[in-house]
């Protein structure tokens, strides 16, 4: 599964970005997506997931009711939907795919609001997110 990561940029304290990631190569109904985001210097933090049907999410405690991820598995894409960004927001944004059993596996040790990068099975290539306050 190749996955690539777009629309970052410079924003403001308030302001709302829409991440897309477009998805090739394998069935990607059957993936769970996911969102990190990762500091210089700083180990990869789990955004947000969604299940493979789109009818589970998860988001870590920080964004939560301020982020939306959703996908379309017609476009083989999934979104991350920021509002009401902060300049703690500001970070390389990564999308990432997961077989089933990788997540199944990976809740029984972890919180699915807190899943670990080695949970996840492909990465696509980091996108910058920049707030400014």
């Known amino acids: 599964v190749q996955l690539q990561a777009s629309g970052g940029g410079l924003m403001q304290a308030g302001d709302y970005l829409t991440l897309s990631c477009a998805a090739s190569?394998?069935?990607?109904?059957?993936?769970?997506m996911g969102w990190f985001r990762q500091i210089p210097g700083k180990v990869r933090e789990f955004v947000a997931g969604?299940?493979?049907?789109?009818?589970?999410?998860d988001y870590t405690h920080s964004v939560k009711g301020r982020f939306t991820i959703s996908r379309d598995n017609a476009k083989n894409t999934v979104d991350l939907l920021m509002n009401s960004l902060k300049p703690e927001d500001t970070a390389v944004y990564f999308c990432?795919?997961?077989?089933?059993?990788?997540?199944?596996?990976?809740?029984?040790?972890?919180?699915?609001?807190?899943?670990?990068?080695?949970?996840?099975?492909?990465w696509g290539q980091g996108t910058l997110v920049t707030v400014s306050s």
């Open positions: 969604i299940s493979g049907s789109g009818d589970s999410a």
């Open positions: 190569g394998g069935t990607f109904s059957r993936y769970y």
């Open positions: 990432a795919a997961a077989h089933t059993r990788s997540i199944t596996i990976a809740t029984k040790t972890f919180d699915s609001s807190s899943l670990p990068p080695s949970a996840f099975d492909y």
